[in-house]
């Protein structure tokens, strides 16, 4: 089993920045496909991005690609999304994902998902 928290969210501005964590804890995430995935009201979940962490090898949502960078630090079992130049469309709840061994992509191909944390963009 393996637990994940997020957190990073807030209110900001158009234009500005900020990074997301999903802190796991439970297992190690070395061997896991972590992705991130956003919903806003009234919508589906929306794939954002995926990292395998065994070799660091990213893929991105085509419209996510250039504004927003996934990461891990396996020592801290953590896996983080930068998101720059926000606009208000990106205005949604983060999650935060992991599949054990496999790439996965789409919200089914995911085992274990966090909570959650709200992202708000202002014009």
């Known amino acids: 089993q393996v637990q994940l928290v997020e957190s990073g969210g807030g209110l900001v501005q158009a234009g500005s920045s900020l990074r997301l964590s999903c802190a796991a804890s439970g297992r190690t995430i070395s061997s896991y496909t972590m992705g991130w995935f956003r919903q806003a009201p009234g919508k589906g979940r929306e794939f954002v991005a995926r990292?395998?962490?065994?070799?660091?090898?990213?893929y991105y949502a085509v419209s996510m690609k250039g504004r927003f960078t996934i990461s891990r630090d396996n020592a801290k079992n953590t896996v983080y999304l930068e998101m720059n130049s926000l606009k208000p469309e990106d205005t949604a709840v983060y999650y935060c994902?992991?599949?054990?061994?496999?790439?996965?992509?789409?919200?089914?191909?995911?085992?274990?998902w966090g909570q959650g944390t709200q992202v708000t963009v202002f014009s």
């Open positions: 990292i395998r962490c065994r070799d660091g090898s990213t």
């Open positions: 994902a992991a599949r054990d061994r496999f790439i996965a992509t789409t919200v089914n191909e995911y085992d274990y």
